[in-house]
């Protein structure tokens, strides 16, 4: 009986987006666009967090893993997708599947909760300025990130299991682009019952606890902005509010669509624009929204950019 919880599938094959021949070229345009800017974007927030000691506070610690989180998170999905619009049959072993299912949870999980971790960030910075070099200590700011990467390492090995014990024993198709949660639990031969259970579970949970954390977090952070006599101090603040909000705005309400509605209104293409949109384009959104309009970022980008064209002006004042 136990051996019927082993999977027969050795491998699947990955439909893609689109089978219109009139689309592979230019959508396979377009996300090597995307992705390009994707892992330049977020190495490069990376690199200049990491070794522009200016930048060595707790907001930018935590935007810094943003971009960690974002990179590895496109790099999971966006080259499988790629290959989709270039080969004939875009095949994917099971180990790798499996993998590439584990990976994906991960990210998208840390994604959350670093966003919720940035939000309390931002609380701490608005409603206690005073004190907020000891509340958001070094030792702080490491445990809250340790805590962000348990939690989706966590959440990702309970999905993998769950998909794991399912047998696939029939079609071996997978009608999407990449290994995910509900396409495989449509291709399985067995009871998904647990499974999908453990998915309303497990991504209602995550869900709820960091979007009540993020909106009580804004609840007070919006009633100290508005006790601020300063309109200049008050538009600074709701421009810092205004970058993670439509960023966080952007990653739930898509996450909703895809895994939050009625089976009743099931509709694959509806889901698989939601899940590009969190899955390749938020995570080159995000460096764009947070350090374009930063203005410590670039004014670090303009020095990098003065020496690397010499400048003696950056040259001298980078020294």
Known sequence: MARKNYSAATEFVLVGLTDEPELQLPLFLLFLGIYVVSVLGNLGLVLIIAFNSKLHTPMYFF???LACIDFFYSSVVTPKLLGNFVLEQNIISYPACMTQLFFYCDFAIAECYMLTAMAYDRYVAICSPLHYNVTMSQKVCSVLVTGVYSMATVGAMAYTISIIRLSFCGDNVVHYYFCDIVPLLKLSCSSTSISEFLV????????LATIV???ISYVFILISILQIPSA?????AFSTCGSHLTAAGVFYGSMIVMYFKPASSSN???????SVFYSTVIPM???LIYSLRNKDVKNVLRKVIGMRYGTHQGSSQDH
């Open 63 to 65: 935007l810094g893993n």
């Open 200 to 207: 309303i579970l497990l991504g209602g949970f995550n869900a």
């Open 213 to 215: 954390a993020i909106i």
């Open 232 to 236: 200049e101090r008050r538009s600074k």
């Open 268 to 274: 694959m293409a509806q889901e698989k624009v939601a």
């Open 285 to 287: 959104l995000n460096p």
